[in-house]
């Protein structure tokens, strides 16, 4: 049972490059999400979708765009990567909405822009 | 503002003696609450959630925590502390909007945890 799998696992890129890092998972869950993670912030919720066809923007979006065109895959873009993006990016998944669910997240994709 | 705070950035505690990671919430309504733990360079591992019912959540590797509606907190405890709990855990919120959930979990900033041998 793989999960929540994301791909790269570390990248590196150069100011104004453009990367999609990818996600996907495996339970036939219908909400997933990407955060990210910085030291001293926890990790803040960029975009999230609720089922293919549908999504929503988090707390920090700018500079991001997501599309879930299946259940499985929820990729996350970054169009013209900027050094404030340096972080760690979580997928994260959940049977649904419902806030009782538990929230499984990917093992993070780890990005520096140079 | 709805918020997660963890007042200690990091907690020692010797191995074998009982561990606490304080956690209180600021939301509006009833609460949904989680632990996570992460290991270096890993992802977030689901420890327990409290949704309803009995205070004293039980979750996986001995980790327990006790939801107190009154003073807002959510407390991560283990009895007996190993070296191989060392690790960052994060205490989360899914608050319940009138009208129904959000999709979102606030976070605390975490707390490292040092078990010495």
Partial sequence: NAGVTQTPKFQVLKTGQSMTLQCAQDMNHEYMSWYRQDPGMGLRL???????????????PNGYNVSRSTT????????????????????????????GNTIYFGEGSWLTVV | AQSVAQPEDQVNVAEGNPLTVKCTYSVSGNPYLFWYVQYPNRGLQ???????G?????????????FNKSQTSFHLKKPSALVSDSALYFCAVRPLNYGGATNKLIFGTGTLLAVQP
């Fill in chain 2, 46 to 52: 689901f420890l327990l959630k409290y949704i309803t």
């Fill in chain 2, 54 to 66: 009995d205070n004293l959540v039980k979750g996986s590797y001995g980790f327990e925590a006790e």
């Fill in chain 1, 46 to 60: 960029i975009h999230y979708s609720v089922g293919a066809g549908i999504t929503d923007q988090g707390e920090v």
């Fill in chain 1, 72 to 99: 499985e895959d929820f990729p996350l873009r970054l169009l013209s990567a900027a050094p404030s993006q340096t972080s760690v990016y979580f997928c994260a998944s959940s049977y649904s909405a419902g806030a």
